[in-house]
Structures are given as structure tokens and as C-alpha cells.
T-cell receptor, first 116, second 112 residues
Framework: GENVEQHPSTLSVQEGDSAVIKCTYS??????FPWYKQELGKRPQLIID?????GEKKDQRIAVTLNKTAKHFSLHITETQPEDSAVYFC???????????????FGAGTRLAVHP | AAGVIQSPRHLIKEKRETATLKCYPI?????VYWYQQGPGQDPQFLIS???????DKGSIPDRFSAQQFSDYHSELNMSSLELGDSALYFC???????????FGQGTRLTVV
């Protein structure tokens, strides 16, 4: 079935360092890959996303890369700050010709801790 | 800007009771998704509706049912509650042919 694997499960970095989180998806029909940041007890919030017709997307300190052949996508955070500390989830979805996008399949999450 | 509204925010129920969670999507969003998130876990897809019709079904127990009404709000009905149903329940909505799913603040259900 559809599955998204995410690594690492925990990541600890010093402020100013870079952080990289990697995901692999199983459904080759997936064509939309969002990343969510979730703080404790709060809702997941979209921080960046990428579609399958693009290999890389950047938004200030955050970038996402996609390798469709290998079915890998990664989140890169540069110049990390303590407020980046949270759980990050990758997800995969695909467009349905009957309308809209189908469910998000989430990775298991990465707990990022940025130490001052 | 209007966001996805979920009610109630917190709910405490006893085992075997029934609970109803409500979701009001962002105006003009025609797709609603329900997710269940246990402590320390990723959100698990339960069910979705597109234009008031069930569009997909995930790991939703038979004890749960959901529907989307004519005004696009959705309700998740949970019966014969079990301790393991304690979780955060998120509703998300997205507009037609668009990708981003906007999450509500969630309902924290505690079954005692």
C-alpha cells in the first residue's frame, strides 16, 4: 500500500547549522509533496511544498528537493534558529481525475531540536 | 482570513459513549479530510469528502461514521468509544483542484 518513510526520527543541531530531513514514498502516482511543521499540541502547518514537475523549490531558509526516479524528497533548513524546533512531517498525495487531491500520506515525523 | 473551524476543542467522554466532532471548512473549499493523531504519532487519514460525497476512506473504524452536509461542514460521529480512541482529531479542507490542505486546530478527545 501507500507508504512514506521519513528519516531521521530525531535531529539535534546547533543554532546556525543546517538540518536535512529525507523522505521516500512508495506510490509512483504521487505528484504533490508538502512539508508540515507541528508544534506540540498544535495543528500541522504547511511550510513548503513541491509538485512532481519541479526538482527543487526554495523559500528563504527552507528548500525542498525531489528525485522522482528514486522517489525521494528532502527538506533542507539552513541557518537554523531555536524557533525552528518542532516536529516536521513530510507527506505525499496525488491528483484525482475525479476531482481534487486525495489523502495525504504522512511520514512518521522528525523531531528537530535546535540548541542555542 | 477565515480558517478551518473545529468544535469542540476538547472533549472528555467515558468508554462506550458517543462523540460528535464538527468541522467547518474554509469558505469555497469543497474537500474535507479527517485525520487522527495519537500521541507522538503522525496524522492518520480517516476519511475525506469531495462535493459532499465520500471520496476516500482510510483506517476508520466501523464504529465511526462521517458525512458532509449541504453547507460543506462535516461531522465525525464516533460510537462505542474505546480508550484507544483518545487522540487529536484534525479536520483539513482544500479548494477544488488545489493542493494545499489547511488544517483546523483540532479536537482533543480523551476517553476515560
Amino acid at each position: 500500500g501507500e507508504n512514506v518513510e521519513q528519516h531521521p526520527s530525531t535531529l539535534s543541531v546547533q543554532e546556525g547549522d543546517s538540518a536535512v530531513i529525507k523522505c521516500t514514498y512508495s506510490d509512483s502516482a504521487s505528484n504533490y509533496f508538502p512539508w508540515y511543521k507541528q508544534e506540540l499540541g498544535k495543528r500541522p502547518q504547511l511550510i513548503i511544498d513541491i509538485r512532481s514537475n519541479v526538482g527543487e523549490k526554495k523559500d528563504q531558509r527552507i528548500a525542498v528537493t525531489l528525485n522522482k526516479t528514486a522517489k525521494h524528497f528532502s527538506l533542507h533548513i539552513t541557518e537554523t534558529q531555536p524557533e525552528d524546533s518542532a516536529v516536521y512531517f513530510c507527506a505525499a498525495s496525488r491528483f484525482m481525475f475525479s476531482g481534487g487531491y486525495n489523502k495525504l500520506i504522512f511520514g512518521a515525523g522528525t523531531r528537530l531540536a535546535v540548541h542555542p | 482570513a477565515a480558517g478551518v473551524i473545529q468544535s469542540p476543542r476538547h472533549l472528555i467522554k467515558e468508554k462506550r459513549e458517543t462523540a460528535t466532532l464538527k468541522c467547518y471548512p474554509i469558505p469555497r473549499h469543497d474537500t474535507v479530510y479527517w485525520y487522527q493523531q495519537g500521541p507522538g504519532q503522525d496524522p492518520q487519514f480517516l476519511i475525506s469528502f469531495y462535493e459532499k460525497m465520500q471520496s476516500d476512506k482510510g483506517s476508520i473504524p466501523d464504529r465511526f461514521s462521517a458525512q458532509q452536509f449541504s453547507d460543506y461542514h462535516s461531522e465525525l460521529n464516533m460510537s462505542s468509544l474505546e480508550l484507544g480512541d483518545s487522540a487529536l482529531y484534525f479536520c483539513a479542507s482544500s479548494p477544488r483542484l488545489n493542493t494545499e490542505a489547511f488544517f483546523g486546530q483540532g479536537t482533543r478527545l480523551t476517553v476515560v
